[in-house]
């Protein structure tokens, strides 16, 4: 069963730093596209940052100098990192990945659990 688990998301001071991770794990054959999102309460969901499994990165105008989206193929992983933190960047933050499973033919998005980050003072 594919799964993707967010980690690395707290409370954070304006200005500071926190780097989120994106595992994921099981049967799987490749992973294309993978893409952080994020919601705050009350708001729309919103793509942050995406990554295609060549390395190509697009970002959030919201996001573009303060967030760096990375991927190690190796270790099924996607990054986060994310710097000057705002308090408008509070929110949960999701994991999305268009993935072929070994035991299906077509890909398919998977999500994660999501991560909370919080921008306070």
């Known amino acids: 069963q594919v799964r993707l688990v967010e980690s690395g998301g707290g409370l954070v001071q304006p200005g500071g730093s926190l780097r989120l991770s994106c595992a994921a794990s099981g049967s799987i054959v490749s992973i294309y596209t993978m893409v952080w999102y994020r919601q705050a309460p009350g708001k729309q969901r919103e793509l942050v940052a995406s990554?295609?499994?060549?390395?190509?990165?697009n970002y959030a105008d919201s996001v573009k100098g303060r967030f760096t989206i990375s991927r190690d193929n190796a270790k099924n992983t996607m990054y986060l990192q994310m710097n000057s933190l705002k308090p408008e960047d509070t929110a949960v933050y999701y994991c999305n990945a268009r993935i072929s499973p070994k035991t299906i033919l077509v890909s398919t998005d998977y999500w994660g659990q999501g991560t909370q980050v919080t921008v306070s003072s």
């Open positions: 990554i295609t499994s060549g390395g190509n990165t």
